[in-house]
């Protein structure tokens, strides 16, 4: 029994990732599963923001709050942040970019102003980083 729950322990995250994508992948081809897609919508839609309480509860719960440190990298990736923002927010208005590539550029957006996501401080601590240390970034 331990040795199934150390298997599962360690591979919950890349199954999920690719049982994920093949979902993704599986419903964007398939047209007949549209009007399931648009029926569970509602649904998904009131159910995500709970996950993501309870991902990042069972995250913070593991931590340790005395380590809980600022870093001299904290303040680099936030220096880095804001002039990519800067940067990308300047070429958008000097460029009066519109339409698809506007939709485009404010993905790209929206992976600089949050790149640091609730599944990135486990993904740290599973390659032997300091999950205090990205908390702390998450904080910041």
């Known amino acids: 029994m331990k040795a199934i729950l150390e298997f599962l322990k360690n591979w919950t995250l890349p199954s999920a990732i690719v049982v994920g994508a093949s979902l993704y992948y599986l419903f964007s081809m398939i047209p007949a599963l549209d009007g399931f897609s ?4 509602p649904v998904f839609d009131a159910v995500l923001p709970w996950f993501l309480f309870v991902i990042l509860l069972t995250t913070f719960l593991k931590i340790d709050y005395k380590k809980l440190r600022l870093a001299k990298w904290h303040l680099w990736i936030s220096i880095t ?39 990135s401080s486990v993904v740290t601590a599973k390659l032997g980083g300091s999950l205090e240390s990205m908390t702390t970034y998450t904080f910041v």
């Open 38 to 41: 648009e029926a569970a919508s």
């Open 81 to 119: 942040q804001i002039v990519m923002v800067l940067v990308l927010v300047g070429c958008i208005l000097y460029f009066h970019v519109t339409g698809d590539d506007l939709v485009l550029m404010e993905c790209i957006l929206a992976c600089v102003i949050g790149p640091c996501a609730a599944a």
